[in-house]
């Protein structure tokens, strides 16, 4: 059983669940359940027609139960009621201001949370320094109608990986969080790691099906490398493997005419594009590159993107699992690049727009949209089976070239949301946000039944 129900607190009764008339007490039930307290409970029919699920004050209290007016799931399972899911959020960079307690991200993060009601499950956020390990709980933060509360709950059911960048993640406190929570508690931990470029496209390359939209893409490892993919391709990417928002990323263009090189980047001193030429390929390399560890970049093949006013357009798609584990598109846009940038993010110049300010015809904008989710279902199957952990949503990057072809540049396992802000894009911002919490249920439901399945 997977329903929801409020859940009321009764003084007037010890020991007691009341459940339901139309939920059936055939099936015996001995315990209830919430994060990762069980504890012993008599079960009874409500006395009314009532469809809330009351619990006794003293149970409530024994499980760390707060007081919440949504409702929730609950799961019938191994003569065992479960009340949840209660959902930990994993992060760090936490301040003392109550007001702001994850300081810039406070308002992301009672957005995320904002969003239980329509889930039916109970989120909060939480770090290493909030965990009681001897009590088995945690002085969790929860977003409620009047703010910021902290209260003080279980071990939650599942846990969804919220660390904001590759630093926080190699922290050794971090991981020590995750391994004990995950061996030592068997709680499913999902979206962990952020992705590297080279990482991904050496795994997706083993994937026959995929390999049709993978650019090709090699580590740095000569000039002569370069030389090579320049004479395929007319012009190459270089891009740091473990970069974001499109920091690092370098345009190199070979032209045939003046025997010339030019470089195209972003200059984050000056906050400008930039356009350079040179003679020689290794000119190029000594004065953009001075100082840079070459060794940590890729090198990818250009491709001739769809324009729109001579500005290169690449498509934002966001997937999500939902609350049956499945892949679903939760969101599309295209990103068109500034002027003289060499990619289309919004710092470098670029802006969102709507498919349909992009293509007018709407066969034309039907069959792209069709491709590009087709691509990113495709993907996102590929990289949950070929990466280790439970990977729940996605960002890609794809492009579509002047033939039609759809090309994959990037995923992202926390995808930026600068998509959003586009008036167009605001109920697929609160999709994406329902989805990440929704897969929740699946995962608790998994946890219970088939648990091998997680922890493989």
Same mark, same amino acid.
């Given at each position: 059983?997977?329903?929801?129900?409020?859940?009321?607190?009764?003084?007037?009764?010890?020991?007691?669940?009341?459940?339901?008339?139309?939920?059936?007490?055939?099936?015996?039930?001995?315990?209830?359940?919430?994060?990762?307290?069980?504890?012993?409970?008599?079960?009874?029919?409500?006395?009314?027609?009532?469809?809330?699920?009351?619990?006794?004050?003293?149970?409530?209290?024994?499980?760390?139960?707060?007081?919440?007016?949504?409702?929730?799931?609950?799961?019938?399972?191994?003569?065992? $009621?479960?009340?949840?899911?209660?959902?930990?959020?994993?992060?760090?960079?936490?301040?003392?201001?109550?007001?702001?307690? &994850?300081?810039?991200?406070?308002?992301?993060?009672?957005?995320?949370?904002?969003?239980?009601?329509? !889930?039916?499950?109970?989120?909060? !956020?939480?770090?290493?320094?909030?965990?009681?390990?001897?009590?088995?709980?945690?002085?969790?933060?929860?977003?409620?109608?009047?703010?910021?509360?902290?209260?003080? !709950?279980?071990?939650?059911?599942?846990?969804?990986?919220? $660390?904001?960048?590759?630093?926080?993640?190699?922290?050794?406190?971090?991981?020590?969080?995750?391994?004990?929570?995950?061996?030592?508690?068997?709680?499913?931990?999902?979206?962990?790691?952020?992705?590297?470029?080279?990482?991904?496209?050496?795994?997706?390359?083993?994937?026959?099906?995929?390999?049709?939209?993978?650019?090709?893409?090699?580590?740095?490892?000569?000039?002569?490398?370069?030389?090579?993919?320049?004479?395929?391709?007319?012009?190459?990417?270089?891009?740091?493997?473990?970069?974001?928002?499109?920091?690092?990323?370098?345009?190199?263009?070979?032209?045939?005419?003046?025997?010339?090189?030019?470089?195209?980047?972003?200059?984050?001193?000056?906050?400008?594009?930039?356009?350079?030429?040179?003679?020689?390929?290794?000119?190029?390399?000594?004065?953009?590159?001075?100082?840079?560890?070459?060794?940590?970049? &890729?090198?990818?093949?250009?491709?001739?993107?769809?324009?729109?006013?001579?500005?290169?357009?690449?498509?934002?798609?966001?997937?999500?699992?939902?609350?049956?584990?499945?892949?679903?598109?939760?969101?599309?846009?295209?990103?068109?690049?500034?002027?003289?940038?060499?990619?289309?993010?919004?710092?470098?110049?670029?802006?969102?727009?709507?498919?349909?300010?992009?293509?007018?015809?709407?066969?034309?904008?039907?069959?792209?949209?069709?491709?590009?989710?087709?691509?990113?279902?495709?993907?996102?199957?590929?990289?949950?089976?070929?990466?280790?952990?439970? !990977?729940?949503?996605?960002?890609?990057?794809?492009?579509?070239?002047?033939?039609?072809?759809?090309?994959?540049?990037?995923?992202?396992?926390?995808?930026?949301?600068?998509?959003?802000?586009?008036?167009?894009?605001?109920?697929?911002?609160?999709?994406?946000?329902?989805?990440?919490?929704?897969?929740?249920?699946?995962?608790?439901?998994?946890?219970?039944?088939?648990?091998?399945?997680?922890?493989?």
């Amino acid at each position: 059983m997977n329903q929801t129900f409020m859940i009321d607190i009764t003084s007037d009764y010890k020991g007691c669940v009341f459940l339901p008339n139309h939920i059936n007490l055939n099936t015996a039930l001995y315990k209830l359940n919430f994060g990762t307290v069980t504890i012993d409970a008599k079960f009874k029919q409500q006395p009314s027609s009532k469809q809330a699920i009351t619990i006794s004050e003293d149970l409530a209290k024994d499980i760390f139960f707060p007081y919440v007016k949504h409702p929730l799931h609950i799961f019938i399972h191994d003569e065992t $009621l479960t009340i949840g899911p209660l959902v930990g959020i994993f992060t760090s960079g936490f301040t003392s201001f109550p007001m702001r307690p &994850i300081g810039d991200r406070s308002i992301i993060f009672s957005k995320l949370l904002s969003v239980s009601t329509s !889930v039916g499950a109970l989120p909060f !956020v939480f770090g290493e320094k909030h965990i009681n390990w001897d009590s088995g709980t945690i002085q969790g933060l929860f977003y409620l109608q009047n703010g910021w509360k902290t209260i003080e !709950v279980p071990f939650p059911n599942v846990i969804y990986d919220r $660390l904001p960048n590759r630093k926080s993640e190699r922290q050794k406190q971090q991981k020590e969080v995750k391994s004990r929570l995950e061996q030592e508690y068997l709680i499913p931990w999902y979206n962990p790691g952020f992705f590297n470029k080279m990482d991904i496209y050496d795994r997706l390359f083993q994937v026959e099906e995929i390999s049709e939209y993978l650019p090709e893409t090699q580590p740095f490892s000569s000039y002569s490398a370069i030389e090579n993919m320049l004479a395929k391709y007319g012009h190459i990417y270089i891009k740091p493997m473990n970069g974001s928002l499109g920091l690092g990323i370098h345009q190199i263009i070979y032209n045939r005419e003046d025997s010339a090189y030019y470089c195209r980047y972003r200059d984050l001193k000056a906050g400008m594009n930039k356009l350079k030429k040179f003679s020689s390929l290794e000119g190029l390399m000594k004065h953009i590159f001075a100082g840079k560890n070459l060794e940590r970049m &890729i090198i990818q093949q250009g491709i001739y993107l769809l324009k729109k006013e001579k500005c290169s357009i690449d498509f934002r798609l966001h997937t999500n699992k939902d609350s049956t584990g499945q892949w679903i598109v939760t969101a599309c846009a295209a990103k068109v690049a500034g002027n003289g940038s060499v990619t289309t993010h919004v710092k470098s110049g670029g802006t969102i727009q709507s498919l349909d300010e992009i293509f007018e015809d709407p066969i034309e904008r039907e069959e792209i949209a069709n491709k590009l989710q087709t691509a990113s279902l495709k993907l996102s199957e590929a990289i949950e089976n070929n990466m280790e952990g439970l !990977v729940a949503e996605i960002g890609f990057d794809l492009g579509i070239d002047q033939s039609g072809k759809v090309w994959f540049f990037e995923a992202n396992s926390k995808p930026g949301r600068s998509i959003f802000t586009h008036p167009s894009m605001k109920k697929f911002d609160f999709l994406t946000r329902k989805l990440s919490l929704a897969y929740s249920i699946y995962l608790t439901e998994q946890a219970m039944k088939s648990p091998e399945a997680l922890f493989r």
